[in-house]
Each structure stands twice: as structure tokens, then as C-alpha cells.
């Protein structure tokens, strides 16, 4: 997955600086800081960074896409995503040619519940970069959010056939085949997970999913309090575990988890959903809590939640609406 444009490539920005003179001052030290800032989105300077690298008027302006790119990636690790949709766009506008930035602005819009355009963006990238078992995952993330499990199943089949070992798409199958109903299956692909990725808090989140909707709840236990062993800050493992506390009568005890749910970093797999959840049933244990948003919420008209992981079996004739997290009664097809 592209994260930013390495220093390998940035390092021309160098060579533009220093053939402009730009390099004989004493700021030496400091561009080259920014230029090395610049290219690690991680950092709490890189937007800076690129900010000043870009207003300094020595770098050419075909280039300037590198900039907007870095800086954008840079906010995206902030979860600043207005300005990284900025940028992105900005890149886009200089370079559309450059496929990474089709796919970055296309993560950026998942998070900001724009599923249409990111979608969109995903498949500009697939035909631009041509096929990248990464982009079928994030396109099964954003069906499978959407409700369309067998689309998002299908996606997940095209990235293990182009990455037989890339233990995401793993992760994700077992996790779609279980809402899908299909338990067993769903067991055997967790347990492959599991296997393949010893050190993985997700492979033993899917599992404890497998679990939990078995009614295996010792099991779904000790897969959750290994996940969250491995990953502490875990939204989705501690919305299972207080689902199982909360049907085992310690209220307490769940109300407790559902708040670490809200605490937990936004990202991470079946996160959004779980926080959903967790507004929810703190609700109804505590009606008079006052539960925090999310940051960054995503527009209201835009947003769908993906299945969290108390979603009822989806079977032939009946539709998973994200909105209500439940299954409905449709009209068969003729």
C-alpha cells in the first residue's frame, strides 16, 4: 500500500534545490531536514514540512505533486481528512497520471463515509497500476460495509488469487463468510489466519467473531483477550467481549468495555461499527451517559456502518441494512 513517495524520488527535489542555489545558504540543514520530513507521513513535522518545502518557490512546478502527495499522506496519518482530501485532489490536479494518489484520496473518502467516490478512486487505480491484490481488499472493505457480502466476497477471492499468502484477505473472508451465515466455513478461514499469523490481534478478532456468533463464548473469550494482548486499543475485540459480559448479566463490567470502545483508535478493522454499537448499548445500560462522538464523523447522508460483530445471519431473502445493523424480510427475486 502506498504510504508516500520515498525518499529515493523526493531526493530529486534535493537536486532542483541545490541546482537553484539553494543549498549555499545556511538553511542547508534545515531544508534538508524538511526534505527528509517530507517523506515520512508518521511524523508530527511532515505536514510542515511539506508545507514549507512547497512555499520555498525553488521547487518545479511539475513536481509539485509530490508535495501535495506527502502532505496529504501526512494529514491521512493525523486523521485530518479534509485536509488530506485537499491535497490529494491538488496532487490529482498536477499529476493525474500518478495512480497512488487515485489511491490514497480513495482511503481518504472511505474514512470520510464517501463510499461512491471511493470506490471510484479504487478502480481509476486498478486501471492505471493494473491488478493489486491491496485495492480488491479495500474494495471488499468498503462492499462489505455497504452490505453487499457476496460482491465483498468476490474481491476477496480476486486478491488471494493475486496474493495467495496475504493474510488480510484471509482475515476478511472469515469475517464476511460469517455474516454471510456460514459459520463453518467461516471457522476454518479464521483458523487458517490464526495459523499464518500467530502475532495478528485480527486473526483472533475474526475467530472470536466465529465464536461469539456460535455461542462459544469461553472460546471467543480467549481469542479476544489475546487480540487485545497484541493490540490493546482494540475497539472492535472489546465491543465482543462486552457483548459476552453483558449476556453473562455483568452490566458493569460491559458498560465498562463499550466506554473502552470509544477510546479506541478509529481505524482499525470493524472499529467505526463497534463504536456505533457501543453508543448504542451504553444507551440502554445507561440512558443518562453522555456518550462522546467519533472525530472526524462521516457525513450523515454519506455514512453506513459496517457489520459489527453481533450482525444476525444474512440468508436468501432477506437484506442487511448497515443503518439499522439488523436483516430484513425482502421480496424474493422472480
Known amino acids: ?16 534545490f541545490i541546482c537553484a542555489g539553494t543549498f549555499a545558504t545556511p538553511g542547508l540543514a534545515g531544508m534538508t531536514q524538511d526534505l527528509a520530513d517530507c517523506t515520512a507521513a508518521d511524523r508530527k513535522a511532515s505536514a510542515d514540512a511539506c508545507t514549507r518545502v512547497m512555499n520555498s518557490g525553488r521547487l518545479p512546478k511539475n513536481q509539485l505533486y509530490i508535495g501535495h502527495f506527502n502532505r496529504g499522506s501526512a494529514h491521512f496519518h493525523a486523521g485530518s481528512y479534509d485536509k488530506a482530501l485537499s491535497d490529494f485532489d491538488k496532487s490529482i490536479d498536477y499529476n493525474p497520471g500518478y495512480a497512488d494518489t487515485y489511491y490514497k484520496r480513495a482511503l481518504v473518502q472511505h474514512e470520510r ?9 479504487l478502480d481509476r487505480y486498478l486501471e492505471k497500476r493494473g491488478e493489486i491484490a491491496e485495492a480488491h481488499i479495500n474494495r471488499a472493505r468498503l462492499f462489505r460495509r455497504r452490505g453487499e457480502l457476496n460482491q465483498a466476497f468476490s474481491e476477496l477471492q480476486k486478491a488471494s488469487a493475486l496474493d495467495p499468502g ?9 469475517l464476511v463468510l460469517s455474516d454471510l451465515g456460514e459459520q463453518g466455513p467461516a471457522r476454518l478461514e479464521a483458523e487458517k489466519a490464526v495459523t499464518a499469523g500467530a502475532d495478528n490481534a485480527d486473526a483472533y478478532y475474526a475467530r472470536a467473531t466465529v465464536a461469539f456468533r456460535e455461542a462459544s463464548y469461553a472460546a471467543a473469550l480467549t481469542d479476544i483477550e489475546k487480540a487485545l494482548s497484541l493490540k490493546a486499543a ?3 475485540a472489546l465491543m465482543l467481549r462486552g457483548r459476552i459480559e453483558e449476556q453473562q448479566g455483568e452490566k458493569d463490567k460491559a458498560a465498562a468495555s463499550f466506554k473502552k470502545v470509544l477510546e479506541g483508535a478509529p481505524k482499525s478493522l470493524d472499529a467505526r461499527a463497534a463504536q456505533d454499537d457501543a453508543r448504542a448499548r451504553l444507551t440502554t445500560l445507561e440512558p443518562l451517559a453522555v456518550v462522546a462522538p467519533v472525530s472526524n464523523p462521516a457525513p450523515q447522508s454519506q455514512s453506513r456502518s459496517e457489520p459489527a460483530a453481533s450482525v444476525a445471519r444474512v440468508s436468501e431473502c432477506r437484506r442487511f ?12 427475486p422472480k
Open 1 to 16: 500500500m502506498p504510504r508516500f513517495i520515498a525518499i529515493s524520488t523526493i531526493s530529486r527535489l534535493a537536486v532542483a
Open 113 to 121: 463515509g464517501d463510499r461512491e467516490r471511493s470506490l471510484a478512486d
Open 166 to 174: 496475504e493474510i488480510k484477505a484471509q482475515i476478511l473472508r472469515a
Open 234 to 236: 482494540f475497539p472492535a
Open 321 to 332: 441494512i448497515p443503518s439499522a445493523q439488523t436483516t430484513v424480510a425482502v421480496e424474493c
